[in-house]
C-alpha cells in the first residue's frame, strides 16, 4: 500500500478555510491526507471585527469554528504553532518540538502590526497601545480597558487611532459609537485620527473621499494629516513636529508587518522579499521551495508584469480557490492555475451605527443599505464554513484540476433582483441615503453595472452629469 500524500496547512486563514472545506476527505481520494496547524481553534473573521468592536456583532458571531470545521472535513488539527521549517526534509517544527512531514504545504498565517515590534519598533507602543493584530485578540484587549474604566470609575478622554487606512478609520467610527453608548454619562470625548499622508485614502476617487470625511466629520472624529509617531508614553502621543497629543486610549492601526514566522523560514530556505513577505509567484508557489504555497497577508507575489495586491482580505478570499486547485495539482504533477488578483472590488466601511460607506466604480455610496449589504456578504462568508449549514451526504465535488471558482465578496450567487430599467433610475438608487432603500436592488444594480460595461457607463455618465 502506498503512503499517503501528505498536504500540511499552517494558519487558518480566509484562504485556508476554503482548503479545508474543499479538501475534505468525501471529495478526496484515500490516499491522500490534511493536517491544520493553528494555535486558535476559533479564530476572528477580521471583516466583522470593527462591527464587534462597535457591539453590533457579538464576538461569537464573529468567531470561525476552525476545530469543528476540520472535524467535519476529516482534516487532523494540531493545536500549536510552527516554528521552523526544513526545506532539505520538506517538514515543519512545531512548538513542541514534534515534527510534521508533508508532501506539499501551504502557509496562511496573516500578519502583525507594523511599529509594534523588530526594525520598525516605536517607542512606547508595546506597553501604551492596543494593536489591531492579532485580529483575534483586539475586543478582547478593549473589553480589558473598558472594564477598568468601570471599576475606576473613571472614562474615556482621548482616543487617538493611529493608522488611516480602512481598518484604522472603521475603528474610529467603532470607538465612537462603543464608548458612547458604554459610558452615556461620560463628559464629550474626543477620537482623533491619525494620518501620514495629506488626504485619506489616497487611491480612491474623489466621491469616495467625500463620503468619508462627510461621514467622519458628522460622527466628530478629528483627522491629523501629515501625522507622524514618534513615541508613545503613558499619556501622549509624540509626533515628529513636535506635537503632543494628550489620550487615554491608542488603537494601533499602522497596517501589516510579517509575521514572525516569515523570518525564521527565511533563514531555512523560503525565500522573503525586504520587508518580510513570503516571495510567491503567479501559482502562490515559494520561488524556493516548490512544495511550499503561501496566500493571504503573508506573501507577496513576484511578477515584473505587475504588483502584488494589497494586504486585504479580499484577496486572500479570492486566493482560496487557487490554492486548493494548485495544491491538488502539485501533488499530481499536473498544470497549476495563476492567480489574478482584480483590479478593485466593492469596498464597504461599516460606521458603527447601522450605517455604513462603500465604493465602487469610482462613486461614493453611504447609508443604512450599505451596512445592510455588507452584514449580508459577511454572513454568507461565514455561513460557508458553518458545521451545521454543511450536508455531510451531499459533499462539495472533488477540487476542479482547471478552473478554481469562489464566492466573491461582491458577486451576488443569490437569485438575482430585478434592477431599475434605466440608468437614471440606477444612478438614483445607488445615491439614496434614506433608511428606505431595498439594499438586494441596488447590489443587483452593482452587479450588472460589473457584468454589463455599457449599463455601467450610462449609469455613471448619469451620475457625473447630475441628469438624475
Not at 501620514?196 to 487611491?203: A, D
Not at 531555512?268 to 493571504?296: C, H, K, M, Y
Request: with cysteine; proline share 8%.
Amino acid at each position: 500500500m502506498s503512503s499517503p500524500l501528505r498536504i500540511v496547512l499552517v494558519g487558518g486563514g480566509h484562504a485556508h478555510l476554503q482548503v479545508i472545506k474543499a479538501l475534505n476527505t468525501r471529495s478526496l481520494p484515500s490516499n491522500y491526507s490534511v493536517t491544520l496547524i493553528d494555535p486558535s481553534p476559533t479564530p476572528s473573521y477580521s471583516g466583522m471585527v470593527p462591527g464587534c468592536v462597535s457591539n453590533l456583532y457579538t464576538q461569537d458571531q464573529t468567531k470561525v469554528q476552525l476545530e469543528a470545521l476540520a472535524r467535519w472535513a476529516g482534516v487532523k488539527y494540531i493545536k500549536s504553532s510552527v516554528v521552523s521549517i526544513s526545506s532539505d526534509s520538506n517538514s515543519f517544527t512545531l512548538a513542541d518540538s514534534t515534527i510534521c512531514k508533508f508532501d506539499v504545504a501551504s502557509l496562511d498565517i496573516g500578519s502583525t502590526t507594523r511599529g509594534v515590534k523588530g526594525a520598525t519598533k516605536i517607542p512606547g507602543v508595546a506597553e501604551f497601545a492596543i494593536p489591531t493584530r492579532p485580529i483575534n485578540e483586539l475586543v478582547s484587549k478593549i473589553e480589558a480597558a473598558e472594564t477598568h474604566m468601570k471599576t475606576t470609575n473613571t472614562f474615556p478622554e482621548n482616543i487617538v487611532i493611529v493608522g488611516a487606512g480602512p481598518a484604522g478609520i472603521e475603528l474610529a467610527f467603532a470607538m465612537r459609537a462603543r464608548w458612547s453608548k458604554a459610558f452615556p454619562e461620560s463628559p464629550p470625548f474626543t477620537v482623533s485620527l491619525l494620518d501620514t499622508g495629506t488626504s485619506l485614502l489616497p487611491n480612491e476617487a474623489a466621491p469616495c473621499q467625500k463620503v468619508t470625511n462627510d461621514a467622519l466629520q458628522a460622527h466628530s472624529i478629528d483627522v491629523i494629516h501629515c501625522a507622524k509617531v514618534t513615541e508613545i508614553t503613558r499619556t501622549q502621543v509624540l509626533l515628529s513636529d513636535g506635537t503632543a497629543l494628550p489620550h487615554s486610549h491608542v488603537i494601533w492601526a499602522t497596517g501589516a508587518a510579517s509575521h514572525p514566522l516569515a523570518h525564521e523560514l527565511s533563514q531555512n530556505g523560503i525565500e522573503t522579499d525586504d520587508r518580510g513577505w513570503i516571495r510567491v509567484n503567479r501559482n502562490l508557489q515559494s520561488i524556493t521551495n516548490p512544495a511550499v504555497f503561501a496566500a493571504g497577508d503573508c506573501c507577496a507575489i513576484s511578477d515584473p508584469e505587475f504588483d502584488s495586491p494589497p494586504k486585504a482580505g479580499v484577496y486572500a478570499v479570492r486566493s482560496g480557490p487557487i490554492l486548493v486547485t494548485n495544491l491538488v495539482n502539485y501533488l499530481k504533477e499536473a498544470p497549476l492555475v495563476p492567480y489574478i488578483p482584480q483590479d478593485d472590488f466593492l469596498k464597504l466601511l461599516m460606521l458603527g451605527d447601522g450605517t455604513a460607506v462603500g465604493f465602487r466604480f469610482g462613486l461614493g455610496l453611504r447609508g443604512k443599505w450599505v451596512w445592510k449589504l455588507k452584514d449580508h456578504i459577511d454572513q454568507m462568508f461565514m455561513d460557508l464554513f458553518k458545521v451545521e449549514s454543511l450536508n455531510e451526504r451531499t459533499p462539495p465535488p472533488p477540487p476542479s484540476t482547471t478552473t478554481p471558482t469562489c464566492i466573491q465578496y461582491d458577486d451576488n450567487s443569490e437569485t438575482p433582483t430585478p434592477t431599475p430599467t434605466t440608468p437614471s433610475a440606477a444612478a438614483r438608487e445607488l445615491l439614496r441615503t434614506d433608511n428606505d432603500v431595498d439594499f438586494k436592488t441596488n447590489w443587483a444594480i452593482i452587479q450588472r453595472m460589473m457584468s454589463d460595461p455599457e449599463f455601467k457607463k450610462e449609469v455613471l455618465h448619469q451620475v457625473h452629469s447630475k441628469i438624475i
